[in-house]
């Protein structure tokens, strides 16, 4: 009688690469909160239903008031999905897990061994399996959306630029990783180098921003000089400070 040794079944286990917004706090830790009350309030919805990453690489900081961080920013309805940074005896049960820079992941497919008899166990020898060579795919290194980005919509594209071929409505947002190019008016947010570009840029046809960005560094509408707005203008990133010129 022949018996099955092997409930063969298929474990699918996928990968895959999200776009989180990274926080790095810094001390006096009661003032980062203030101003990032201060961020929230002024750009309504900004961090809702957002995965956050916490950086706490070059923050003195032990376990409690880790902890206590976290807790302060779930009251502010901002879910930190993972921590960087942090030694491991810092992190626990309770405690969101240690993350590492995020990097593209390939798909891991798991498969069972197929269903063997008592017959095919003994006399089956192990057979070399040939590995393939992995696939390599290109990845494009810009982003052209041919119409206007509506109220509420989101276009993310960490891998390069993206290129707006109208305008970007207030309430829009607008992400990438190298720089972005609108042709049309700014009125929502704008932000470029997402993933650490520093040399990324934004350039718009017509600037009316609630908010623009360029690799962390962020200015809101009534904080930029007020003789940009309506002008065409290329935005850029020295050091810490964000520098506008009007191109017409």
Not at 28 to 36: F, I
Not at 64 to 80: C, F, G, S, T, Y
Not at 192 to 213: D, H, K, P, V, Y
Request: contains cysteine; charged residues 25%.
């Amino acid at each position: 009688m022949t018996k099955v040794l092997t409930d063969a079944r298929s474990i699918r286990i996928k990968g895959r690469s999200f776009l989180a917004v990274v926080l790095s706090p810094d001390l006096p830790l009661d003032q980062w909160l203030d101003r990032l009350d201060d961020l929230a309030a002024r750009s309504a919805g900004f961090f809702l239903d957002r995965p956050v990453v916490l950086d706490v690489s070059e923050l003195p900081i032990k376990k409690p008031e880790l902890k206590q961080l976290i807790d302060d920013l779930a009251e502010r309805n901002v879910r930190v999905m993972g921590v960087e940074g942090a030694r491991p005896s810092m992190l626990g049960p309770g405690m969101p897990p240690a993350m590492k820079g995020g990097k593209p992941a390939s798909d891991v497919e798991v498969t069972a061994r197929e269903p063997e008899t008592e017959t095919e166990a003994e006399a089956a020898a192990p057979a070399p399996q040939r590995q393939e060579a992995p696939q390599v795919r290109a990845i494009p290194q810009s982003l052209v959306i041919d119409e206007p980005v509506r109220s509420g919509q989101s276009i993310i594209f960490p891998e390069g630029d993206i290129t707006i071929v109208g305008s970007v409505a207030s309430g829009a947002e607008v992400i990438a990783g190298g720089s972005i190019h609108i042709y049309g008016a700014l009125r929502g947010r704008a932000m470029a180098g997402s993933i650490g570009n520093t040399n990324a840029r934004i350039f718009c046809r017509r600037l009316e921003a609630e908010l623009i960005a360029i690799d962390g560094i962020y200015k809101m509408a009534e904080d930029m000089d007020s003789s940009l707005r309506g002008h065409a203008v290329q935005l850029s990133l020295e050091g810490d400070t964000i520098m506008a010129d009007i191109l017409f």
